[in-house]
């Protein structure tokens, strides 16, 4: 029994043992009106400034229905579409199992939303980041391709002990990137579409520097965590930095 209990809490963990229900049920009425605050708050302020597969995902997606979506109804739409699925998982889960889950095409929903006392600060994301911020783009198949690539990098990067080539990478395109649509700044990352504050700061303030993106580029350019990001990186246009990251190999990652 002993031995039994031992070799369970050393066996290696695999994303699976991450994942939780949802328990949509247990989301509150309060629950439900915080998101439906924050979604029509958020598309009041975007209007057109995000990139449009985003605001063809949300639709796709039926995401503006009243209250948390329930995952279950959510991946009925969007795994047969792109095969990304959402799973829930309590919080942040470490960088080796999101790149992981992401190069299954599996993509963590927290399992919680913020209070209406914390509308505009969390300590780390909660449903809202992740199924607005986040999902809407997964419906869209280029870039559901891409960000599968980005979780296979990321593998790689993390068993070669260069993890944060990867998790550069991803911030600089997948969380907060720009993207320039018909010549126009847009938002691109799921970290800008979902932020009440750094939507509109990241294009419009004069105090941060916006360089065009490549991969070399948000290899080696770091990142802000806790604070609104002093540099962004802008896609000339989403295809093109698509096809960028697509054709990156995990040696190629390694040697930029
Ligand atoms: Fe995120």
Known sequence: MLHRAIATKQRPRGWQDYVVSQEWESFTNDDHAVWDLLFARQVDLLGTRVVTPFLDGIDLLRLSHPGVPDLEGLNAILEPRTGWRTVAVTGLVPDEIFFAMLSERVFPVGNFIR??????????????????????????????????????????????????????????????GLARELGELKILGAGLASSFGEAHFSLESDEVERLPFSVEKAVNTPYK??????????????????AEVLALTPEELLSL
């Open 115 to 176: 209070t209406r006392e914390e509308l505009d600060y969390l300590e780390e994301p909660d449903c809202f980041h992740d199924m607005f911020g986040h999902i809407p783009m997964l419906a869209h198949h280029d870039y559901a391709d891409m960000t599968k690539h980005i979780g296979e990098l990321g593998s790689a990067a993390i068993a070669a002990g260069e993890g944060h080539r990867a998790a550069r990478l991803y911030w600089h395109s997948v969380e907060f």
């Open 225 to 242: 965590h806790d604070a609104f990001q002093p540099r962004y990186l802008v896609s000339e246009t989403l295809e093109k930095t698509i």
